[in-house]
């Protein structure tokens, strides 16, 4: 099995910054890549960022040339970089993986919160 853990949620003002953190534990071996989703209040849960294990990375359109996601590999961690925060990013965001299958790696966690508001 593996474990995710996610923080760096928060309250912030529009155009500020956050970085999330992802930490991965256990069966890792079959992940062959991670992501970043967020769920808004009445909406569905959707990509936000994705990094393969090569570090080819592919966004959603609203937050291109704002969030960066990478990884430490021997850390087993993706972070998330969201810079130019704006309201319609505050969501819950979550972080999951997939494997060869594309099958999502574990169960979805608690999630972190981020709002942005002024």
């Known amino acids: 099995q593996v474990q995710i853990v996610e923080s760096g949620g928060g309250l912030v003002q529009p155009g500020g910054s956050l970085r999330l953190s992802c930490v991965a534990s256990?069966?890792?071996?079959?992940?062959?890549?991670m992501g970043w989703y967020r769920q808004g209040p009445g909406k569905q849960r959707d990509l936000v960022a994705a990094?393969?294990?090569?570090?080819?990375?592919n966004y959603a359109d609203s937050v291109k040339g704002r969030f960066t996601i990478s990884r430490v590999n021997i850390k087993n961690t993706v972070y998330l970089q969201m810079n130019n925060l704006k309201p319609e990013d505050t969501a819950v965001y979550y972080c999951?993986?997939?494997?060869?299958?594309?099958?999502?790696?574990?169960?979805w966690g608690q999630g972190t919160q981020v709002t942005v508001s002024s």
């Open positions: 990094i393969t294990a090569r570090g080819s990375t």
């Open positions: 256990g069966n890792i071996d079959r992940v062959t890549s």
């Open positions: 999951n993986g997939r494997d060869d299958l594309y099958t999502f790696i574990t169960s």
